[in-house]
């Protein structure tokens, strides 16, 4: 009854808004071109009229799903996707009757599949993190963006990245969560802070949620992003701290603080360029390459055992959890869980051959030996022709790789298969 009264009401007040509008002439879907399987999204439908005003008039549509395999959706425009085996696309279409006359839209909907068989990290809240060496790459110097997938406690204090020298608690960058709030903030050389933070008590963070802070040099802006919505941003006159010399990366915490994560994290990535809502939106639920631009730390967490903890960017940031790599573990190491991300997987290109920085080609008595070094992701195969024999060989941690042939005798021309610019003759057992 009381839904009826408010429908009947609604539509008393449609009416009446629309009394000077004397022709329809035209109808719209509002909504994402794409969702997940097994997701809810919110569509809207909206009247165009000849005075140049336009409603929403969801509630007064009929609304259908073509062809309804492997979607429904609801009278107030709540789209439910079921689950995919591959991409699939679902048509929503919507009719408006207005008076004696009507419109008709149609929108079509991607639904994407997604992969949930790879592995998180659990943090205990107390002293567990991920430890990453400083380096070249991660310390960013200009416009910066952290992004990770984390399901928490926020009503305390835990830290999601953090590059920090704790002999005088400087950061160059920081996304932490504090009582409820989401900051995101730096230091420059004269130890002056940069922040902006946002309340996000509003959330259900017994699920998994997108977050992500921005640094935009450019603009002179720090931005917060939640599941690629922008939720805060605010300006600032001055710049990353240059010297971060003694800074290292952590994940979860703070070395030597209880100011921790208590929580699941997965897919941590750094880039050394603002990302934007759309670009944010486009990958926040794909895996990676890892040689995208601007790219210069991600720890998918995948390994699901061990204490290193892989960088699948190509500079090869690998982190352990806790301290050290001490196969026996500690106290302080945040443990492999089955991830719950909503994260589909991404075909990736032939390797870059950019990324190949020297090509070593030699013999040693009739020993024929090759040598790489790269910037290659850690487990890139490469195929290596030697007289249209192939062997191959994988890119280690170090973006080095290395193979030989034994009992080679006279001239033999070598080249890297999907590379043939780097190609070599040397003569053997001569």
């Not at 629309?18 to 997940?36: F, W």
């Not at 605010?234 to 990353?240: Q, Y």
């Not at 991300?341 to 090509?359: A, G, Q, S, T, W």
Request: aromatic fraction near 10%.
């Amino acid at each position: 009854m009381k839904m009826r009264l408010k429908i009947g009401m609604l539509l008393f007040g449609l009416s009446c808004a629309m009394t000077a509008a004397q022709e329809l002439t035209g109808l719209r879907i509002e909504g994402p071109d794409q969702i997940l399987e097994n997701s809810t999204e919110n569509y809207r439908v909206f009247a165009q009229f000849d005075n140049e005003q336009e409603f929403e008039v969801t509630l007064f549509a009929d609304l259908e799903m073509i062809p309804g395999a492997f979607a429904e959706i609801d009278a107030f425009g709540n789209l439910s996707s079921l689950e995919v085996a591959e991409p699939s696309v679902e048509t929503i279409a919507a009719r408006f009757d207005f008076g004696e006359q009507f419109k008709e839209a149609q929108q079509d909907v991607l639904i994407l599949d997604f992969d949930t068989s790879g592995y998180a990290l659990e943090f205990d809240g107390d002293d567990d993190y991920v430890y990453v060496l400083d380096s070249d790459s991660l310390s960013v110097t200009g416009s910066v963006t952290i992004e990770a997938w984390v399901r928490a406690t926020i009503s305390g204090f835990g830290h999601v990245v953090i590059k920090d020298d704790p002999r005088n608690g400087l950061a160059p960058y920081w996304l932490f969560f504090d009582n409820g709030r989401l900051h995101f903030r730096f230091y420059d050389d004269s130890n002056n802070i940069s922040f902006v933070l946002v309340d996000v008590g509003n959330y259900n963070w017994e699920v998994f949620h997108h977050v992500a802070g921005v640094f935009d040099e450019q603009a002179g802006e720090l931005r917060i992003y939640i599941d690629s919505e922008l939720v805060a941003s605010k300006f600032t006159e001055f710049e990353i701290m240059k010297n971060q010399i003694g800074t290292d990366v952590l994940l979860g915490g703070i070395n030597g603080s209880h100011t921790r994560l208590e929580g699941e994290m997965d897919e941590i990535r750094i880039w050394s360029i603002a990302r934007t809502a759309d670009q944010i939106k486009q990958t926040m639920n794909s895996a990676l390459c890892g040689d995208e631009n601007g790219l210069v730390g991600y720890w998918r967490f995948n390994e699901g055992e061990g204490q290193i903890v892989e960088d699948y960017s190509r500079f090869g940031n690998h982190g352990t959890r806790g301290d050290n790599a001490d196969p026996d573990g500690e106290a302080n190491d945040p443990t492999w869980v089955l991830s719950e991300i909503p994260l589909f997987p991404v075909e990736c290109e032939e390797i870059n051959c950019e990324h190949i920085n020297k090509f070593k080609v030699k013999c040693s008595g009739d020993t024929l030996k090759i040598n790489v070094k790269s910037t290659l992701l850690v487990g890139t195969e490469l195929a290596i022709d030697n007289n249209g024999e192939l062997g191959f060989m994988i890119i280690n941690r170090k973006g080095k790789g290395k193979i030989s042939w034994k009992n080679q005798e006279g001239i033999h021309t070598v080249f890297i298969d999907d590379c043939p610019d780097f190609l070599k003759a040397v003569n053997c057992g001569s």
